[in-house]
């Protein structure tokens, strides 16, 4: 059984750190491209970071260029979020997620296959 486990979350003031980890378990991401979600109260979920199979590429929303970044670890099939410069507006439940069979890093949600339970981040100012 695949399982995404996020943790990390918590409170922090603006302009504060976190580093969110997602540890994955029943099969190897190793090849698969991998992303971080996030949802605010009342609004959709929507993409943050991705990055691909190999790790050579990345890809962020504009939101948090400069400020997040996104790492992965095969050998211990995990992946991060580094949130540096928070902001109140980055509060939210963050989603990790990954694709079954491709490299390939997409924003679009539909497309990822396995997603874990979530992990809240509240930024107060």
């Known amino acids: 059984q695949v399982q995404l486990v996020e943790s990390g979350g918590g409170l922090v003031q603006a302009g504060g750190s976190l580093r969110l980890s997602c540890a994955a378990s029943g099969r190897t991401f190793s090849r698969s491209a991998m992303g971080w979600f996030r949802q605010a109260p009342g609004k959709e979920r929507e993409f943050v970071a991705g990055i691909s199979g190999s790790a050579g590429r990345t890809a962020y929303a504009d939101s948090v260029k400069g400020r997040f970044t996104i790492s992965r670890d095969n050998a211990k099939n995990t992946v991060f979020l580094q949130m540096n410069s928070l902001k109140p507006e980055d509060t939210a439940v963050y989603y990790c997620?990954?694709?079954?069979?491709?490299?390939?890093?997409?924003?679009?949600?539909?497309?990822?296959?396995?997603w874990g339970q979530g992990t809240q981040v509240t930024v107060s100012s």
């Open positions: 997620a990954a694709r079954k069979e491709s490299i390939v890093v997409v924003a679009t949600r539909a497309l990822y296959d396995y």
